[in-house]
């Protein structure tokens, strides 16, 4: 989507880094798939690509979700909270899968008495999703 200019960008409150949380949905069904940072220029290319574009804080650079899974998030829009400090990506999780651990969804771990366990099944093993 071309928007005519970038005022809309001085509108959400960037934390110090310059970044906001971004929560990916599933469009269709609400899923909560995962959450990312996005700084100024990722949410702009996401805008205007019309997919999911994160700011990577681990390797320092931008990632298009999927670039080297191939599990893009195809953006259908994008919301922002009434705090200006968060957004909401509704997307289409293209291949199914959005953690790179092969599952669905991030947020897999479930709290039990016990502690953490995984209350997700893993879709496809990460070793077959990035062979590179």
């Known amino acids: 989507m071309q928007i005519e200019n970038d005022h809309w960008l001085d509108?959400?409150?960037?934390n110090a880094d310059g970044l906001?949380?971004?929560?990916?949905?599933?469009h269709k069904t609400n899923e909560i798939l995962m959450?990312?940072?996005v700084n100024r220029q990722a949410l702009q290319l996401s805008a205007e690509e019309g997919r999911a574009v994160y700011w990577s804080r681990s390797r320092n650079k931008l990632?298009?979700?999927?670039e080297s899974s191939g599990h893009v998030q195809k953006l259908h829009e994008i919301r922002l909270d009434c705090d200006g400090d968060s957004l909401l990506y509704r997307v289409e999780q293209l291949g199914d899968i959005a953690c790179h651990t092969g599952r669905r969804s991030c947020f897999y771990k479930r709290l039990d008495p016990t502690g953490w366990t995984d209350a997700d099944p893993v879709l496809t093993p990460p070793e077959e999703i990035y062979r590179n």
């Open 20 to 26: 906001v949380a971004a929560i990916a949905v599933d």
């Open 35 to 37: 959450q990312a940072w």
């Open 11 to 14: 509108q959400l409150k960037w």
């Open 63 to 66: 990632w298009r979700k999927g």
